[in-house]
């Protein structure tokens, strides 16, 4: 059995929230820097065999409060999907440009970025290396797009549905990978951090 922890990074700068950021890499606010340390000294009871973490700073940043020996792991694998040229932009600033929602998959195929299939292939190929790595106990710090991706797999839903789920800032995910067989199965639920 592999448990794997899903960790949303804290709350961004309030001049960020509502926009499709992506792969730039914004700064959290002064709340959300709090939080994380906050978050970070209630980790280190976890006795993690490893952890991974996005490379961008809001992710990151979590990193400063940890104490621990764990072996931690910086990778691009873990960021965001990246929304090309549109990084940045509010949905408001989209529809400006032309963009029109029609439906969940349609508004995302309009982005010049990654695209929504690879985005879930890259997601998928680095949640499964680390199922088939030797860890028993690992935690992912990493954005709400990864963790929807990983849910919906999971939860045998739609990346729609997952992302009308609520996820907020700090979330803290709980998924357990059993092999029976040939076969992995999945369970998850959630751990609000605050109540760590």
Not at 21 to 36: A, C, E, F, N, T
Request: glycine letters at 6%; hydrophobic letters at 35%; aromatic letters at 12%.
């Amino acid at each position: 059995m592999k448990t794997i922890y899903l960790l949303r990074h804290e709350e961004v700068d309030a001049k960020y929230k509502g926009r499709y950021y992506g792969h730039l890499d914004v700064p959290l606010s002064i709340r959300g820097k709090v939080r994380s340390l906050r978050i970070a000294k209630r980790l280190e009871r976890f006795n993690f065999d490893k952890i991974y973490s996005s490379d961008l700073s809001r992710t990151r940043f979590i990193l400063n409060g940890l104490y621990c020996n764990n072996d931690i792991v910086l990778t691009q694998e873990l960021r965001e999907m990246s929304w090309g040229k549109h990084e940045g932009l509010s949905h408001e600033e989209l529809l400006e440009l032309g963009f029109e929602y029609k439906n969940f998959e349609q508004w995302l195929s309009q982005f010049d970025g990654e695209g929504l299939e690879n985005f879930k292939k890259r997601v998928f190929a680095f949640y499964m290396r680390i199922i088939c790595s030797r860890e028993k106990k690992v935690l992912l710090i990493t954005h709400s797009g990864v963790i929807r991706v990983i849910l919906a797999y999971i939860n045998n839903r739609t990346i729609e549905e997952e992302f009308n789920a609520n996820l907020p800032y700090g979330a803290l995910l709980k998924t357990v990978a059993r092999h029976e067989s040939s076969d992995v199965l999945f369970s998850s639920n959630k751990i609000t951090v605050s109540y760590l």
